[in-house]
């Protein structure tokens, strides 16, 4: 039996595309918890909001978050309400397009 493939909401899509444009750090977590790690980290090196952490809990899993004006959120929350975060609208590409005059003679 085929199997059918999983809908991508669009509004995630804009989100992840919105974070690519965001400073990325990757960290291990070592003995801590992800959470844990990526906030030690955040106070060790004074990273200043909006940053993306990648926490890589084993080989295998790495955990991603976001940290904002507002705290330290999962990236995947941000991604589907990135318009909650004022530091990512700045960061929005344009959606609206100005019509371009060509000339014809």
Not at 20 to 31: A, D, F, K, N, W
Not at 72 to 99: C, D, I, K, M
């Amino acid at each position: 039996m085929a199997r059918r493939r999983k809908r991508k909401s669009r509004r995630r899509q804009e989100g992840r595309r919105i974070l690519e444009h965001v400073p990325q750090y990757s960290i291990e977590s070592g003995e801590d918890k992800p959470v844990t790690a990526a906030r030690k980290f955040i106070q060790a090196e004074g990273i200043l909001p909006p940053a993306l952490l990648l926490v890589k809990r084993n080989e295998h899993t790495t955990d991603r978050y976001f940290w904002a004006e507002k705290g330290l959120f999962g990236a995947q929350y941000v991604e589907e309400n990135h318009f909650l975060f004022p530091s990512l609208r700045t960061l929005e590409p344009s959606t609206v397009q100005e019509p371009m005059a060509l000339a014809s003679r």
